[in-house]
């Protein structure tokens, strides 16, 4: 089939990866990129880390300047959320509109989960977007009290940000450790770890009962009576898919858009990418939904190319998850499957820096973990892909392991 009039929707780094790639491989068609956001395609994980200290301005978030789209013919409508889909009609609407297209890209991505109890109070804060991050930042001054809720990978960078900018830090985690979803107790223990030794109160099993306060927050309660004085809030307790839009549409929603190995969401020409979708990723081993930026990154560029190849070549998408997190100044990186078998230190201890582990499944390598040990995870990632032999893995890199002792 050929295409002339590609809508992705959702303009962050699976949308314009998307739009970059359909213009790459030589599609001269209309592409209209549809966001709900005002403001052009800019890059997220440096708003928990180096917006909130300052490091860098909003500005140069930017992934292209807006010229680009015009130098490309894309059409980029800002602040247009898109409010449902007819597949059998091939249309998306925007506004009243309905947008006829013959190839369509859905990649809206996440957005921060919200605790219904404290909504009516001032100074409480989830974080994704760049107003979100200013909003924030506007605040974390030091001496502030900053309360953290939740101590996943947003919680824990805000933690540190803000702990840098002088902020009196507490963070109130329901779990047993921090980042144990992304990287289980061991590591998640040694994580915590981390805040102590940057002044941040870690406090585990601290399940939140409501807020203080009139119009602002002014503490946190838990459930265990104990209330915690607080200048702001920050929720950071996890993400749930942009999917409400399609509730309509006759796709198949569950964690996310159910696609396809190939990133198919039923119709032929409708393809996903992103933290909105989930799929069977083959190297994983099920259905996954990644929420993590190369993924989505990965995922726009091979949604493109499927869908201009057209669904009998359309490749399947196997990827290894990949995520790195900053935090105290130390770079944190996971690299496939950090939940199945024994873990295996190669350098140093998990308390130490650098500190870099493998984890052993059934003889084969299946995932790594480090912290300040950036070359030799490098090495040692590429040997994921192919599921090595434990030990050979290790061998091949051992060269590397041994430098970054
Ligand atoms: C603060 C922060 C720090 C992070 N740090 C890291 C990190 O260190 N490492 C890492 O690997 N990952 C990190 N991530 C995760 C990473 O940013 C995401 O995985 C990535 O942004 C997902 O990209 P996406 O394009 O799928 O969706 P998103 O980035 O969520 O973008 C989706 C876009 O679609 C828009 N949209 C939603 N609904 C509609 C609609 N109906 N119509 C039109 N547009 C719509 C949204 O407004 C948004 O602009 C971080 C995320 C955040 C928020």
Redesign the pocket.
Known sequence: MSLSNVVV???????LRAVETLRREGFGGNITL????PHAPYD??P??KQILTGEIRPEQLLYRDISWFAEQRVELLLGT???GLDINRSQVRIGEQWMQYDGLVI????RAQQLEMGRSLAEIYT??TIDDALAIKEKILPGIRVVIIGAG??GS?VASSAAASGAQVTILESGKHAMSRAVGARLGHALGQLHGEFGVNLVCNARVAGFGGDDRVESVRLEDGWELPADIVVIGIGVLP?TE?LADSGLKLGDGLLCDETLNAGPDAVYA????MAWPNEWWGGVMRG????V?AEQGMHAAKNLLTGRAQARPFSTIPY???DQYGCRIQVAGRTDLGELVPLVGEETERPFLCAFRHDDRITGIFAINAPRAFAMLRSTLQQHRHFDTAIESVSKHLAAAE
């Open positions: 929707v959702g303009a962050s780094v699976a949308g549809v966001s709900a956001e997220r994980p708003l928990s959320p898109a409010s990649a809206t991505g996440a974080l994704r990978f947003i960078e942009n839009w990418a992103g933290d909105v929420e993590q930026w190369l989505a995520f790195w997190t």
